[in-house]
């Protein structure tokens, strides 16, 4: 199969990327630099130029491909300034209408997997969160809920679409974890504000496996929560990340430093989502690592010096290849 990626040079896409071309299928990208994702993707055939929000992406790009995974748009990530929400709204809201308008042409892609983000949720506390439950009120909440809007236009043009809503992805080298583990090594890990907030978080060869099950089985479509079966509360999850890294896990961030710290981006630490990706379990996936600890000592630098890597493996199904359900 041939597969285009958008955002192929993030630490999701170009895993997808390695999995896919390792499998023997066809990779091309979208990116803002051709030259630059083929240096960082050596796995890609073929990239090609695209700015999400200034153009449509070129027609050639779509030559033969069997389906695009969209997973371009800036980080959420860093201090919330006007122009950074600004970024962040346009980026997946604007990004993804000039994807779909491009779908309008003949020889379109039969299936569109298109990322999305479990703070479609907003703050819901104790709740148990599945697929049809009602989306929030803040500001990634309305973000989450336009891109959605945007990327189902593409079944009115007879395509297949899968919407994956990703929670805290666990991987060396990038994500949350990047950020989590530098105050643990300096022994001030600890409950972020009052600790109880529910995590919703999933190891990142388990997130390409839910993109390469989208892409294989038919039978996938609409909303699917991207998370591990699992979910901790903030002070809990400290505790085994501290326990992984051996360090201390007892300081307390209170939440008005983080607001300082991070303006309005403290807020998606500090805020409550128990996400349950019911329609995945339903389906019969597998996942590699449903409970956190596993999957923490997978993929934190002092395990993998150990040697307990598991190195590329093309998770839980070959594209091309009927799906266990």
């Not at 597969?3 to 990208?29: C, K, P």
């Not at 992805?169 to 972020?192: Q, R, Y």
């Not at 089985?217 to 979910?231: I, K, Q, W």
């Amino acid at each position: 199969m041939r597969i285009l990626i958008t955002g192929v040079t993030g630490f999701i896409g170009s895993r997808l990327a390695e999995v896919l071309a390792a499998d023997g299928h066809e990779v091309w990208g979208l990116s803002r630099n051709p030259d630059k994702a083929r240096q960082r993707v050596p796995q890609l055939t073929e990239a090609f130029a695209w700015n999400p929000v200034a153009q449509l992406p070129p027609g050639n790009a779509f030559t033969d491909v069997d389906a695009v995974v969209h997973l371009a748009g800036e980080l959420v990530s860093g201090r919330w300034t006007k122009k950074k929400k600004q970024r962040i709204e346009d980026s997946r809201v604007i990004g993804t209408r000039n994807l779909v308008k491009a779908f309008e042409q003949p020889g379109r892609p039969a299936v569109l997997v298109s990322t999305s983000a479990i703070g479609y949720y907003g703050d819901r506390g104790d709740s148990e969160l599945t697929e049809d439950r009602r989306p929030g009120h803040d500001f990634l909440a309305d973000v989450c809920q336009k891109w959605e809007t945007e990327a189902n236009k593409a079944a009115a043009l007879g395509m297949r679409v899968v919407i994956v809503r990703t929670g805290i992805v666990m991987a060396l080298g990038g994500g949350a974890l990047k950020e989590m583990l530098l105050p643990f090594k300096m022994g001030v890990g600890g409950p972020m504000g009052s600790g109880k907030q529910w995590w919703s978080w999933i190891h990142r060869d388990d997130l390409v496996g839910i993109h390469l099950r989208a892409i294989n089985d038919d039978e996938m479509s609409g909303a699917y929560n991207g998370t591990a079966p699992n979910p901790m509360q903030q002070g809990d999850f400290a505790k085994v990340l501290g326990k992984v890294l051996h360090r201390p896990a007892f300081v307390p961030t209170p939440a008005f430093a983080l607001k300082l710290l991070l303006g309005g981006f403290a807020s998606e630490l500090l805020t409550s989502k128990r996400v349950i990706p019911e329609r995945l379990l339903k389906a019969g996936f597998e996942f590699q690592y449903p409970e956190l600890e596993p999957a923490l000592r997978q993929v934190t630098p002092v395990h993998r010096r150990k040697g307990t890597s598991r190195g590329l493996t093309s998770p839980h199904v070959r594209v091309g290849q009927p799906p266990s359900v």
